[in-house]
């Protein structure tokens, strides 16, 4: 790129300039960029020089006020590989880049990393983005998706772009920073870096979340298989309450500021309560219409023991909720549609409507009151921090579970505040909804960056009237009372009457099972008839002509395997963990400079470790079916009894 007085030529660009390139491949991946950088100004506002190799240069203005070259006025290109040999690129398979410049380290760091690798580039610059472009080639990286660039300080459109690569960037991000760029926007790159951190956070705790849950949801939504059956489908409540306010009630400690106001605002508002405020509510003599729960553990079921058996509030709950609950729920109960359930019992074309998989009760409440097309939606109680020293909200049944503890000596309130000091580790210093300091735990800062890019891309108006905890971004602040007097003014659609529970194709689904017990029966024989040829492979790795042979016979049994592909992805639910590890390995195989040797030494090992685990899940699939079976064979026993009577 040179600059020019000629305007008459400041559309043509040299036949080798990669420009349209680029701008192609950026329309496909991302057109919003695309688009800004088609926009801009043709004329350069760089001065472009050439250097002793003939590569470019050139020079910008730092923050403070110098001018400074972008690269080197000898050889741009080596001082970008040198750049990279600080950086241990086999070892990643994500990479963050600090500032673009016309991209030499970026070229170089897209050959020497792995295929699957993926690189963020953070540049606040347009115009350095589209010099880059007009010098550099690196439109094959960005079709193929290895390529996305950041230009905008917005932590929200930063977790929404990030988050599809979380696994990728679980297994080793490495940060990479053009030292130039960072005097030009050191302040937009400090952001990124402090906002990168917290991503980190939510991703770790996300999946570990995941993997170490895994089994446990897999269980539980097999063991609630009946009520799966028999609760209505969502789809009836699909924008009921189209442009009506909802209202959110979780346990924060701030709910105790504002929760007297919900009373005669039943017919004004939709109201949601998580599971933890439902019995307070109702002891204050208010009943929301809906109630959520997916929590799997049993001390969830404390929340369910005192309700009224006249009670009108609707249950939602995932299937993954512990069993207890949907028997001891004495209301109406609807249960979420969920792919684990739909593929268990394949055979029945179920298709129950599902939401989006939520970390909490309140995110599915959130997802809940979107689905019913409430607008705004507000949220009371969910502080997501540690507002007052309180962890919970006074009133609650967290209160009931504690009392066996409480005595002169040991107060409610020294359980609150020992809640929190035991956490003390996992503590981080937040701004609050008013934008002083306060705490959190990284549980809750996690919930806290869902929501948030939850918000990002809600089209409802997001108010949150908590008057407490953390600031959220993508909502509106004000207080609970406000809220009411702008958006609950007017009378709300009646609650939609509930069907009532329908266990007639109990028989269906034991076939169902039955079928995915002898499926899993055969994925674990497979397994047990693989384990032999990759040992002997192992064993036997410089004997190329036997390792064929071997590999031949394990290509029959793959085949096989792949006819039971639905099974088999049931199966690896009970092997989060190692399903995990071989992903990472995978990567970190894919990403080392080895010997074709080598590799298949590594990729064996792996093998015979997943083929392993393979064969205790399939063994722990089919003892899970087993009761499964019987506790459906007792309900349809027990349905029938009362059919009968």
């Known amino acids: 790129m040179t600059a ?67 690269h080197s006025r000898y050889d741009p290109v080596a001082e970008a590989r040198k750049l990279l040999e600080q950086t241990a690129i086999d070892q990643s398979m994500a990479f963050y880049v600090f500032g673009m410049g016309l991209g030499y380290h970026v070229e170089a760091l897209i050959e020497e990393a792995a295929e699957e690798a993926v690189i963020f580039v953070f540049e606040p610059d347009l115009s350095m983005l589209r010099a880059a ?45 053009h030292a130039p760029s960072q005097r030009i926007a050191g302040k937009f790159h400090d952001q990124i870096r402090q906002w990168l951190d917290e991503f980190a956070a939510y991703s770790r705790t996300s999946l570990n979340t995941l993997v170490l849950n895994g089994r446990k949801t897999a269980e539980n939504v097999a063991q609630t298989i009946a009520w799966y059956l028999a609760a209505p489908c969502m789809s009836r409540l699909k924008n009921h309450h189209q442009g009506q306010p909802a209202v959110i009630v979780s346990a924060g400690p701030s709910l105790r500021k504002n929760k007297h106001l919900l009373h005669g605002l039943q017919d004004r508002a939709v109201i949601i309560a998580v599971q ?45 909720a512990n069993k207890a609950i949907f028997r001891m729920y004495p209301g109406p109960v609807s249960v ?44 009371i109680g969910q502080d997501l921090g540690f507002g007052d020293g309180l962890c919970y909200a006074p009133g609650t049944s967290y209160e009931d579970v504690w009392r066996p503890e409480l005595s002169r000596f040991c107060s409610v309130e020294m359980k609150q505040w020992d809640q929190i000091v035991r956490e003390r580790f996992i ?29 990002a891309r809600s089209k409802a108006r997001i108010i949150d009237a908590t008057e407490g905890g953390a600031a959220k971004r993508g909502t509106t602040v004000m207080t609970f009372n406000e809220a009411i007097e702008q958006f609950c003014t007017t009378t709300i659609s009646k609650q939609k009457a509930h069907p009532g529970l329908e266990f007639s194709r109990i028989g269906e689904a034991l076939d169902c099972l039955r079928n995915r017990r002898e499926e899993a029966a055969e994925i674990e024989q497979i397994a047990r008839d693989t384990m032999p040829l990759l040992q002997e492979i192992r064993d036997h790795i410089d004997d190329q002509s036997r390792v064929n042979r071997a590999i031949a016979s394990i290509d029959k049994l793959r085949s096989r395997m792949n006819e039971l592909g639905s099974c088999y992805d049931l199966v690896t639910h009970l092997t989060q963990q190692t399903e995990m590890e071989r992903f990472r390995s995978d990567r970190k195989i894919a990403a080392a400079r080895i010997s074709a040797t080598e590799r298949q030494k590594l990729q064996v090992e792996r093998d015979i470790q997943n083929v392993q685990a393979m064969c205790e899940a399939a063994r722990d699939f089919q003892n899970m079916i087993n009761q499964v079976l019987e506790i459906l064979s007792a309900e349809e026993s027990l349905q029938s009894g009362s059919r009968a009577a």
């Open 336 to 379: 979420l549609g969920n792919a684990y359930a739909e593929d268990l019992l394949r055979e029945m074309h179920l298709n129950k409507e599902r939401l989006q998989d939520g970390a909490t009760v309140a995110h599915l409440a959130y997802y809940l009151a979107e689905h019913l097309g409430c607008d705004p939606i507000i949220f």
């Open 133 to 177: 472009f007009e010098t550099r080639d690196f439109s094959a990286a960005i079709e193929a998706g290895r390529l996305a660039f950041i230009t905008r300080a917005d932590k929200s459109q930063l977790m929404l772009r990030l988050t599809p690569k979380a696994a990728m960037i679980s297994i080793g991000a490495t940060q990479i920073a």
């Open 276 to 320: 933890t405020t439902l019995q307070p509510l109702l002891e204050m003599g208010i009943e929301p219409r809906f109630v959520t729960s997916l929590d799997y553990h049993e001390i969830c079921t404390r929340f369910f023991e005192k309700l009224p058996k006249s009670i009108n509030t609707e249950l939602v709950a995932e299937p993954k």
């Open 4 to 70: 020019t007085t000629d305007l008459s030529t400041q559309y043509i660009l040299d036949e080798s300039a990669p420009y349209l390139e680029n701008l192609a491949a950026l329309w496909s991946a991302d057109p919003a960029l695309a688009a800004e950088i088609e926009a801009l100004d043709e004329r350069s506002r760089y001065t472009v020089e050439p250097t002793r190799s003939g590569a470019a240069t050139l020079s910008a203005i730092a923050s403070d006020g110098r001018s400074i070259l972008l």
């Open 427 to 455: 503590l981080r210093r937040i701004p609050d909804y008013q934008g002083r300091p306060m705490y959190t735990e990284e549980r809750l800062f996690t919930y806290l960056q869902q929501f948030e890019r939850d918000f």
